[in-house]
């Protein structure tokens, strides 16, 4: 199975901050990663897939880079609205496999 | 807007079992795979099974394998899961998903439901 890695597993933040939240993952997934959040409560909501393409809706502030082994999820000026459970996913091989989270939290 | 809908869950002791539904809509749902992922109380998000569009191929986590069956009726757009000798562990909010693109299973995921809470608990 592909294990992945998520760094940091939480984060503190000020709006307006700029995060980047890392994925590693066990063997190359070529760029068959995507990224999903999720709020208190509530379903994760996919942002973005194929490491790098937004999901239709997803705002320009995310971005997803990577390939290989080694992925980012970037988010440019970090809003009230984005503090929540990143996680990262690989859907290269089954079985499909998470990382752990990321919790982004206001400072 | 593509609507899932989960249902079935409750509270069931330690070896019993339980069946999931999970109704779509807005979509045509024979098309693309589906899966169930799950999220114990507290803890990250974990894989569960898959179900390509035919219902021909079931992928299916470790974790799962030979006491958790998924199925779908394309006539009635329903996704089930099919749990049984049910554990502690297996205490979750159960969610369906669906595959961002038709035809083969192993894509990733566009929409989620809202999840339906399964208890294992005497």
């Known amino acids: 199975d592909i294990q992945m890695t998520q760094s940091p597993s939480s984060l503190s933040a000020s709006v307006g901050d700029r995060v980047t939240i890392t994925c590693r993952a066990s063997q190359g997934i070529s760029n068959y990663l995507a990224w999903f959040q999720q709020k208190p409560g509530k379903a994760p909501k996919s942002l973005i897939y194929?490491?790098?393409t937004l999901q239709s809706g997803v705002p320009s502030k995310f971005s997803g880079s990577g390939s290989g082994t080694d992925f980012t999820l970037t988010i440019s000026s970090l809003q009230p609205e984005d503090f929540a459970t990143y996680y990262c996913?690989?859907?290269?091989?089954?079985?499909?496999?998470f990382g752990g989270g990321t919790k982004v939290e206001i400072k | 807007e593509v609507q899932l809908l989960e249902s079935g869950g409750g509270l069931v002791q330690p070896g019993g079992s339980l069946r999931l539904s999970c109704t779509a809509s807005?979509?045509?749902?024979?098309?693309?795979?589906m899966n169930w992922v799950r999220q114990a109380p507290g803890k990250g998000l974990e894989w569960v099974s898959a179900?390509?569009?035919?219902?021909?191929?079931?992928y299916y986590a470790d974790s799962v394998k030979g006491r958790f069956t998924i199925s779908r009726d394309n006539s009635k757009n329903t996704l089930y899961l099919q749990m049984n000798s049910l554990r502690a562990e297996d205490t979750a909010v159960y969610y369906c998903?669906?595959?961002?693109?038709?035809?083969?299973?192993?894509?990733?995921?566009?929409?989620w439901g809202q999840g339906t809470l399964v208890t294992v608990s005497s």
């Open positions: 194929a490491a790098s």
């Open positions: 179900i390509s569009g035919s219902g021909g191929s079931t």
């Open positions: 807005e979509f045509t749902f024979s098309i693309y795979a």
């Open positions: 996913q690989q859907y290269n091989s089954y079985p499909l496999t």
């Open positions: 998903a669906k595959d961002r693109v038709g035809g083969n299973s192993g894509w990733d995921i566009d929409y």
